[in-house]
């Protein structure tokens, strides 16, 4: 890494950046709500109030914004960190929404797949044919917490569906740059898998518990959040408590760790010329 410059400072637990083309980046402040543009220089602008706990933000096919709302969280303050915790008491379901940037206006895609409603959406990525996959994390209430899934869904509203469940906590997900493989991180085992596709939406099964293969299992104490898949095809994902980006080499036979001065390191995606410049929250 050449050089590491704070752009803003202050944001209300942020996630979900894209990098824009003036500069500026898009992205969530969970514990605010909002969807907020920060300019090259630092300056904050709210695009969007999105209410409950607005979480990954891919654009679609359409120019709107998709946001995955994991329905709020009981925050926490321990010293100069705010910590996300359990299910609040005015948790109403997690949901899809989607967020014309133009005017604000946000609506709500999905609340719920089949019979079963969206506990805690947390990361999108979108394919070619313009469709997106998505993790459900899941919430955590004092004594129990749900299992999540992989889904798929059109941003037309037409269609979801649960492809991998149950999946340990799973937070980014990401897609290989030939659109051949998708990849999910799972925050509390630390590991990486990935599936193969055999069509839009559709995985091919592996012989194992989730169909899927182990990409790697990261030692000791640190929690996987969101990732990106870079142009090399290595994945990129914000480890929290041991906080900083571990890069991950397409077969899994590698890893480097970039640290971060902030140990909730939640996201990272790429921008600025030849797409080389990394944005992190």
Known sequence: MSELREIASGLLFPEGPIALEDGSVLLVEIKRGTLTRVASDGARTVVAKTGGGPNGAAFGPDGKIYLCNNGGFEWHEAGPFLLPGNQPKEYAGGSIQRVDAKTGAVETLYTKCAAHALRGPNDLVFDATGGFWF???????????????????????????????????????????????????????????????????????????????????????????????????????????????????????????????????????????????????
């Open 135 to 281: 993790t459900d994390h899941g919430k955590t209430r004092e004594r129990d917490r749900d299992r999540g899934g992989l889904y798929y869904a059109r941003p037309d509203g037409s269609s979801i569906r649960e492809v991998v469940y149950p999946l340990d906590s799973p937070n980014g997900v990401g897609l290989s740059p030939d659109g051949s493989r998708v990849y999910v991180a799972e925050t509390h085992t630390g590991r990486v898998f990935w599936w193969d596709l055999a069509a839009p939406g559709q995985i091919r099964p592996h012989a194992s518990p989730n169909g899927g293969h182990l990409l790697v299992g990261l030692p000791g104490l640190q929690l996987l959040d969101s990732l990106a898949v870079d142009a090399e095809g290595n994945v990129c994902v914000a480890t929290i408590a041991n906080g900083g980006i571990t890069i991950i080499s397409p077969d899994g036979s590698r890893t480097e760790h970039v640290p971060m001065p902030d140990p909730l390191t939640t996201n990272i995606c790429f921008g600025g010329p030849d797409l080389r410049t990394a944005f992190i929250t």
